[in-house]
């Protein structure tokens, strides 16, 4: 005769809904990502990249700071919004795409 082993569903009757709920969100607030510090040093090689990407035409990749998540977005830049603060950058798949000075973490050419 063979055992058939339930896994983590023979402990789920020992669980309440509020803590599988607690659970969840701990986990979820584990996965957070703080915002990176980036120094100033930093920052002007970013802008020695984007002034030469822009001169040349070649294609960024962004990595960027949002809601507790890095992403990347890869694309040209288009203008450098110097009032608002933003790049505005036209992706591969010709979208539009605003991203803000403080929220760059990274910035490389793509080849």
Do not use: S
């Amino acid at each position: 005769m063979t055992l058939r082993d339930r896994g983590n569903i023979k402990w789920q009757g020992f669980f309440m809904t509020e803590h599988n709920g607690m659970l969840k969100q701990f986990r979820e607030e584990e996965k957070r990502v703080p915002m990176p510090d980036v120094d100033p040093q930093q920052m002007e090689e970013f802008e020695r990249i984007i002034c030469e990407a822009m001169a040349e035409n070649l294609t960024l990749r962004f990595t960027y700071w949002v809601n507790y998540e890095i992403k990347d977005v890869i694309g040209c830049v288009h203008y450098v919004d110097d009032y608002a603060k933003q790049f505005r950058i036209v992706c591969e798949n010709d979208e539009h795409f605003r991203l803000d000075f403080a929220r760059v973490v990274d910035v490389t050419i793509v080849e």
